[in-house]
């Protein structure tokens, strides 16, 4: 059991690193929207991504066909994912985004109930209220969404569907999480690729240099290392062994490392409710951390039986 405790709290720490570099993700990647256009920007992203993890992809070949079906449905709704995320934050402010995007954190307990007939327990539900008054806060109490914030709350959506589905998915035993991510970023680049075919020419350009532009080839590099490489491994480690309403709810203090990051990188300002709205959000996922008796305890039960039904 305490083996359990320990690998749950080791995947909880990785979950909470994958938050820090993904809120800063939205200060890097406005940022390099300047100079490089939504599509080719993911396209870079995670080509380079594919070609770093694709030796990873030698252990498919013993995959089961139904286990390779769910890896590649996963990966399409993280295209969706990015594609929404993406073209929202080149609409919105990255500190708007990163608190929208949050949002994930209230739908992701009902997707699990209807995906994975999990009812979630009254202390995640309670942590989930938490983000919900959190949210509030940082819109002042009412969300009038523009086209960049409507994108972003439907990135949400995807994002609550996406750990649900990706729950499912590394129930396969033969599945490892290198080899996951390295179909998830396959699939996004080549999406990517082919989406810029049916739209205008300028969402593919020439690649800035790397001698004028030494930023835009930092923020690449940080995208993809920290970003996807680390995070989306981390966060497909993670949701093998917990559940996701608590991957979610760990998830949770990313916008206010995201308002953090954009009041420092990009100079953007938030008001005082605001940045009580990011603390409570903040301390929703502390709470989803304790091991409560129906929230950590509960996560490791259902751990021991994925692994059995698996």
């Known amino acids: 059991m305490s083996k359990q405790k320990s ?4 995947s909880d720490l990785m979950l909470l690193a994958v938050a820090m570099v993904w809120g800063t993700s939205y200060g890097v990647v406005k940022g390099a929207l300047v100079l490089y256009p939504v599509l080719g920007l993911l396209a870079l992203r995670f080509g380079l991504t594919f070609m770093v993890l694709s030796p990873s992809l030698r252990s498919l070949r013993h995959v089961s066909a139904s286990a390779l079906v769910g890896a590649l449905g996963s990966s399409v709704i993280l295209l969706g994912i990015f594609l929404t995320e993406t073209f929202g934050i080149a609409h919105t402010r990255a500190s708007n985004a990163a608190f929208l995007i949050s949002l994930c954190v209230a739908l992701t307990p009902l997707v699990e109930w209807v995906l994975l007939r999990r009812k979630p327990s009254s202390s995640e539900w309670f942590a989930v209220g938490l983000s919900l008054m959190g949210a509030a806060f940082v819109s002042g109490g009412v969300i009038i969404p523009s086209a960049g914030d409507a994108l972003i709350l439907l990135a949400a959506l995807l994002r609550a569907l996406m750990v649900c589905v990706t729950k499912r998915v590394m129930r396969e035993s033969e599945l490892t999480p290198l080899a996951v991510t390295a179909v998830q970023a396959g699939v996004v680049a080549l999406g990517s690729a082919l989406v810029v075919c049916v739209l205008p020419s300028q969402h593919w350009q020439a690649l ?37 309403t608590r991957v979610a709810l760990l998830m949770g203090s990313e916008p206010a490392f995201g308002a953090l990051f954009a009041y420092l990188w990009l100079g953007e300002h ?16 502390v709470l989803a ?3 409560f008796k129906g929230g950590a305890n509960a996560a490791i039960k259902m751990r021991h039986a994925t692994s059995v039904d698996a």
């Open 7 to 10: 690998a749950l709290w080791m």
């Open 208 to 244: 800035p240099s790397f001698t004028a532009h030494a930023d835009f080839w930092a923020s690449i590099g940080y995208l993809v290392v920290a970003c996807t490489l680390f995070a989306f491994f981390a966060q497909n480690f993670a949701v093998k062994r917990s559940s996701p």
């Open 270 to 285: 938030l008001s005082v409710g605001a940045w009580f709205g990011g603390a409570l959000m903040v301390l929703a996922s």
């Open 289 to 291: 951390t304790v091991p």
